[in-house]
């Protein structure tokens, strides 16, 4: 059985050209089946193909005696088969919290850092991860219960930089079966079995009713992901000469997309530029969705003067010649508002809001129509007060029933010329608080809850709460 494994993993390595004899190689090895079979992989092949391996073991500081047990085992493995390792130590829970993202992305995030800066020292020119198929199906069903586009179903690359994935071809119950054989031991992570991690339930909960319908539903999953890789990598050069060569302009750090261009082009074509539009001028791709090209969209179809506000401080605006993107400067008048200084702050000379952040204990909520306590974790952007925008909306109920803005008035049969009025506390385009009304279900205290944002409003002209 392993033998034909590794001939598999052979034909993809050959397929995506991911490694060549004589390869310096980096190893992140966290103890666990996929990483461990992934190095008796590579040591089967370490002579034949004159690799030099080397490997990382990240220990997060989370899991206390079950962390320094996986570190044990890896520490051992790597002595058994002669690996150079380095053993890495980072904060995760503090590092989550300086950062504000999650403790599953803090983690990556340094993983990923430390691969990188041993991957360096040891001139290595590819660091290997044990991404399998399994992997990449429940990467595909997230993204595509969350909202993604066409990148987003092409679920995990085989190779992307210095990373390399040679096991996306293996399914998990394959490696399983491999290290059966090998009677090789690993270590399991008990965190795997949590399912209030998204990804967990989609693994323990979704996945396995798929396969009810067919055995071969994760496979198919991911084989779908590896078409959209292929037609991708057919399209991605078109675009690449489409997007540097004809239709964007550059001129004093702004971007234009010309009006008449733009409808020259077919909707996948005007979507693919918006898109590398905001990557560009936002500096990266995170947090960059649909909805936010489809506001594009919609801003180019109105009038000269209509503006957008785009993820990480970009504005877009209708002029005459077309769509303009270009960064607000640091001094440029914002609804924004900096949360850690416990700003006061009006909106139309009638509001006054406090904005705290406050350590949270647990404990019951005030219900107040004035104060309002939120998940502080929880928030991707800078929280703003505005007016409505083109595609706001806000989840309804623990299900994480959606609901946009516009719904939500004519259904609460709000006048048109109050919706236009309407304060709301947003999130990019997740609106936090209807001043008023209700706040969205998603940013609710909860046993989870480490920090809230604490928002109190007043009336200014009356000094009563609002």
Known sequence: MWNKQWERVDRFLKKWKLIERGDHILLGISGGADSVCLARYFLAKKESLALNLYAVHVNHMLRGDEAKRD?????????????????????????????????????????????????????????AVAHHQNDVAETILFRMIRGTGVQGMAGILPVNGEIIRPFLCLSREEIIDVLKELKQDYVDDSTNKCEEYSRNYIRHRILPEMEHINKKATVHVSELGMQMQELLAYIAPKMDALYKEKVVHRENGELLLEEQV??????????????????????????ISLVHIEQLLTLMGNQEGKQQDCPYNVLARKTGEGLVLTKKSKSAKSAEHTLENSLENAIEDSLE?????????????????????FDYDKMKYKPCLRTRESGDYFIMDKEGHHKSLARYFIDAKVPSADREKQVLLADGSHIMWILGGRISEFYKVSSDTKRVLKVSVQKREESKEF
């Open 262 to 287: 733009f409808y020259e082009m077919d909707l996948f074509e005007q979507k693919e530029i918006l898109r590398r539009m905001l990557f560009e001028t936002c500096g990266h791709q995170k947090d």
């Open 353 to 373: 809001v406090e904005f705290s952040i406050l350590p949270w204990n647990g404990g019951k909520v005030a219900k107040r129509d004035c104060v309002k306590y």
């Open 71 to 127: 570190e044990e085992f890896v520490r051992e493995f790597c002595r058994q088969w002669n690996i150079p390792l380095h053993v890495e130590y980072r904060d995760i829970k503090k590092e989550s919290r300086e950062k504000k993202c999650s403790e599953e992305e803090a983690g990556r995030l340094a993983r990923y850092e430390c691969f990188t800066n041993y991957a360096r020292k040891h001139q290595c020119s590819k660091i």
